[in-house]
Structures are given as structure tokens and as C-alpha cells.
């Protein structure tokens, strides 16, 4: 009877083993894409031109022009 036990419970362990493995692999499938997609995030970051930095210098000489002019109006 013990005998029987003893494989009852290898199959079990056996088993066991199975579902962990599963469970390995299929997290290290989701880090793999995580990490595949912060690379390409980061790829993209770094090739898109930042246009905000363009329109912030625009804006810059816009308001300055509009201070120099009502320096002008208040010389006159």
C-alpha cells in the first residue's frame, strides 16, 4: 500500500512541477514583452522631434516683439 502512496504522490509533485513551470514561463513571456515594448518606446522618444521646444521659442519672440512695441508707444 505504501508503494502505491508513493507514486501517488511523485504523480502529484510531478504535476506540481508542471503548473509552476507553466506559470514561469508564461511570466517570463509578459516581461519579455514589457521589456521589448519600453525599448521600442524609449526608441521612439528619442527619434520624434520635439516640437514643443520649436513653438516655445515662437512664442518667445512673439511676447518679447509685443513688449518692444509698447516700449516704443510709451517713448513717443
Known amino acids: 500500500m505504501n508503494r502505491i502512496e508513493d507514486l501517488i504522490t511523485a504523480l502529484q509533485k510531478k504535476e506540481e512541477e508542471k503548473n509552476k513551470n507553466t506559470v514561469l514561463w508564461i511570466l517570463a513571456i509578459i516581461g519579455a514583452v514589457a521589456a521589448v515594448a519600453g525599448i521600442a518606446y524609449a526608441v521612439y522618444r528619442f527619434f520624434t522631434p520635439d ?18 512695441d509698447d516700449d516704443e508707444d510709451e517713448d513717443k
Open 51 to 68: 516640437y514643443l521646444e520649436d513653438f516655445d521659442e515662437d512664442f518667445d519672440e512673439d511676447f518679447d516683439d509685443y513688449f518692444e
